[in-house]
């Protein structure tokens, strides 16, 4: 059974910086091959940040993030950060780690559908 939990929300001005963590409850050898990050504003669908295979760190960057936040790993593999830069009030939404243990394309992981492991969920608030 393995467990996501998240941490590093909370509100910022426009132009601050935030980052958010997310531990997974079992260790890389267990097998996580993927891990994300996604976000829902109210009223909108959960949509793609960023993700990253726990493999060989190959990232995914959304278009209205990209070149202001990062995705990276920690050293044994079991967390993933999310560093986001030059915020904007329309980064505010509820923020999700996500995990995955099969392999998938890219382009598969872009889909919340893609996942079968997530977080509480962190609230991120630009004004």
């Known amino acids: 059974h393995v467990q996501l939990v998240e941490s590093g929300g909370g509100s910022v001005q426009a132009g601050g910086s935030l980052e958010l963590s997310c531990t997974a409850s079992?260790?890389?050898?267990?097998?996580?091959?993927?891990m994300g990050w996604f976000r829902q504003a109210p009223g909108k669908e959960r949509a793609v940040v960023a993700h990253?295979?726990?493999?060989?760190?190959?990232?995914f960057y959304a278009e209205p993030i990209k070149d202001r936040f990062t995705i990276s790993l920690g050293h044994s593999k079991d967390t993933v950060y999310l560093q986001m830069n030059d915020l904007k009030p329309e980064d505010t939404a509820l923020y999700f780690c996500?995990?995955?243990?099969?392999?998938?394309?890219?382009?598969?992981?872009?889909?919340?559908?893609?996942?079968?492991?997530w977080g509480q969920g962190t609230q991120v608030t630009v004004s």
């Open positions: 996500a995990a995955l243990v099969k392999w998938l394309d890219w382009r598969r992981l872009i889909h919340p559908s893609a996942f079968d492991l």
């Open positions: 079992m260790r890389n050898g267990g097998g996580l091959n993927s």
């Open positions: 990253i295979y726990t493999t060989d760190g190959v990232t």
